[in-house]
């Protein structure tokens, strides 16, 4: 699967939010509970597991649905998590969570215009909290789709409703490297790494930016700095990569 933004999962838990309803019955409050620590644990076969079972004895439970697609996401499997999301919304057609995730999973089939069809119901509706998700959303299916000119458009009224928003600065960066305008791409990578100083993807486009706009001593010695931290070792390895390409 594609990696559109850093932190996949929790920015499709950021970008998507997982804030679901205070559930009255404490018991399956409870056992939302467990498949929610699977999700934030990285455990996703076992969160699918239990969802689906979850869901077969709440099959009229929103928010099962809800969390058996952000399962399916983690598990690279976007059709599986857009079925899930309609489910929810079948269920709960005020759950907005589970539009911007079901325009997430779009997004990441290729189905731009559906998922902008889904994000411009959330915006008519107006109630919800985090509309600069809503924008970034926008924004990510038209970037997607090779349209940077509408897609910073949203990316830019995301970044009026929250300038810190770290996904609005990385997707502008992303947009303007694309356009290869490094000096802008640079501006909004820092920007998304002065905001996410641990967040490795807005790290490395930010070398890659510098690299292009003649700063290559500036970009391998951020790679090297990277590498001197405390990283996974999927990270690590991304950051070798480039770090070889770059030295090239």
């Not at 409870?30 to 099959?59: M, N």
């Not at 292009?212 to 951020?222: D, H, L, N, P, T």
Request: aromatic residues 8%; charged residues 25%.
């Amino acid at each position: 699967m594609k990696r559109l933004i850093p932190l996949l999962l929790a920015l499709a838990l950021g970008v998507s939010g997982c804030e679901t309803r205070k559930e009255t019955d404490t018991s399956t409050s409870g056992r939302l509970e467990v498949g929610r620590q699977f999700i934030a644990a990285g455990a996703y076969d076992r969160a699918s597991a239990y969802l689906r079972q979850l869901s077969k004895e709440l099959p009229g439970n929103d928010d099962v649905h809800m969390l058996l697609g952000l399962a399916y996401l983690g598990l690279e499997n976007p059709s599986a998590a857009a079925q899930s999301f309609q489910t929810a919304l079948k269920i709960n057609d005020d759950n907005e969570d589970a539009s911007l995730n079901l325009s997430y999973s779009f997004i990441l089939l290729g189905k731009y215009a559906n998922a902008r069809s889904v994000l411009e119901d959330v915006l008519d509706r107006g109630s919800y909290a985090y509309m600069e998700r809503v924008e970034v959303n926008i924004g990510l299916a038209w970037m997607e789709q090779g349209n940077c000119t509408k897609a910073r458009v949203h990316f830019d009224k995301a970044l009026l409703l929250d300038p810190t928003f770290v996904t609005a600065h990385f997707n502008s960066g992303k947009c303007w490297l694309k356009s290869k305008n490094y000096p802008a791409a640079t501006a909004s990578f820092q920007k998304a790494v002065d905001f996410c100083p641990g967040c490795v993807d807005p790290l490395l486009e930010l070398a890659r930016a510098r690299y292009a706009a003649g700063e290559k001593k500036e970009a391998v010695a951020g790679l090297e700095k990277i590498l001197r931290g405390k990283i996974d070792s999927q990270s690590a390895e991304r950051t070798k990569k480039l770090l070889n390409e770059l030295r090239r």
